[in-house]
């Protein structure tokens, strides 16, 4: 990742970590690149919802998702973004943690 795209990734994953209806879009963003079927997509008209420099990171991340030639997904943030699973999708995570 870019250091302009990790930088707005990481106010992403600050944001997400909280608890207000930005929190959750910014959420619903981060998981849908991780894993939209599993983890829900993203409704683009959440983009209206957020604050500008929150939608400004969200297109800075996607934009730097469409210059990659295939998937990237950002598997340095493993820890931070099962953190975002569990606060938000606490009965996926929980059933993720269950033995095989």
Known sequence: MDDKARAAFERLLKIAKSDTGQARRVANFILAWWNA???GGFDI???FAVDTQIAT???TVFS???Q???AVYPSEYRAAIEA???EWRPD???KA???A
Do not use: F, R
Request: proline share 4%; no cysteine.
């Open 37 to 39: 079927d599993s983890l």
């Open 92 to 94: 996926i995570w929980a």
């Open 57 to 59: 990171d969200m297109a």
């Open 97 to 99: 943690q269950e033995p």
């Open 45 to 47: 008209a959440d983009l």
């Open 84 to 86: 975002v699973i569990a």
């Open 64 to 66: 730097w998702l469409s």
């Open 68 to 70: 990659q030639n295939e």
